[in-house]
């Protein structure tokens, strides 16, 4: 079955560092992929997807992922974090149906 | 309204109990999803809607869940006879039908069960 994992359960950045989230995808066709970011008691808000074309994407917050398909990878970052990055960022994939399958997440933590 | 908005924000019920969890997708979407997401874990596919039809229902854990979409507009996600594992926040997300593979999603329903 098609999946998605994150190896990192919880990441500690200092404020105005640079953060990088891991997310890997199992085979299959060149996947619709997604970052989405949780914080507490929210739902899920979506930072970017890529579908194809240009393999760096852009997305909202400052946030950008790098797709590369040599490494079924999908890592997402951000040159400076802010203390409102704070929250649980989720890396899915589209599956049949539109459906998508998510990774178990990772914890970002913010030091001041 | 200009998000998918879900009621009740948080629920309690007995075991034994039976819940009934609302969601109003955002006007015009066509597709509409239910997720349940468990603590500390990502969100897993229960159900699908295209309209008023139940495309998919294969990630509802058993026969206790149950869902509707009777217009093609809000949707209904009952639980019958609730059990403890069934303690999770229940997320709805729809989507258009030009980016049907885009989903936004509401805050969530979180339920426990004691």
């Known amino acids: 079955a098609q999946s998605v994992t994150q190896p990192d359960i919880h990441i500690t950045v200092s404020e105005g560092a640079s953060l990088e989230l891991r997310c890997n995808y199992s085979y299959g066709a060149t996947p619709y992929l997604f970052w989405y970011v949780q914080s507490p008691g929210q739902g899920l808000q979506l930072l970017l997807k890529y579908f194809s074309g240009d393999t760096l994407v852009q997305g909202i917050k400052g946030f950008e992922a790098e797709f590369k398909r040599s490494q079924s990878s999908f890592n997402l970052r951000k040159p400076s974090v802010h203390w409102s990055d704070a929250a649980e960022y989720f890396c899915?994939?589209?599956?049949?149906?539109?459906?998508?399958?998510f990774g178990g997440g990772t914890r970002v933590l913010v030091k001041p | 309204g200009a998000g998918v908005s879900q009621s009740p924000r948080y629920k309690v019920a007995k075991r034994g109990q039976d819940v009934a969890l609302r969601c109003d997708p955002i006007?015009?979407?066509?597709?509409l999803f239910w997720y349940q997401q468990a603590l500390g874990q990502g969100p897993e596919f229960l159900t699908y809607?295209?309209?008023?039809?139940?495309?998919?229902k294969s990630g509802l854990p058993s026969d206790r869940f149950f869902a509707e979409r009777p217009e093609g507009s809000v949707s209904t996600l009952k639980i019958q006879r609730t059990q403890q594992e069934d303690s999770a926040v229940y997320l709805c997300?729809?989507?258009?039908?030009?980016?049907?593979?885009?989903?936004?999603f509401g805050p969530g329903t979180r339920l426990t069960v004691t």
């Open positions: 809607f295209q309209n008023e039809a139940q495309l998919d």
């Open positions: 899915a994939r589209k599956a049949a149906g539109n459906k998508l399958t």
């Open positions: 006007s015009g979407h066509v597709s």
């Open positions: 997300a729809s989507s258009s039908r030009d980016r049907s593979y885009e989903q936004y």
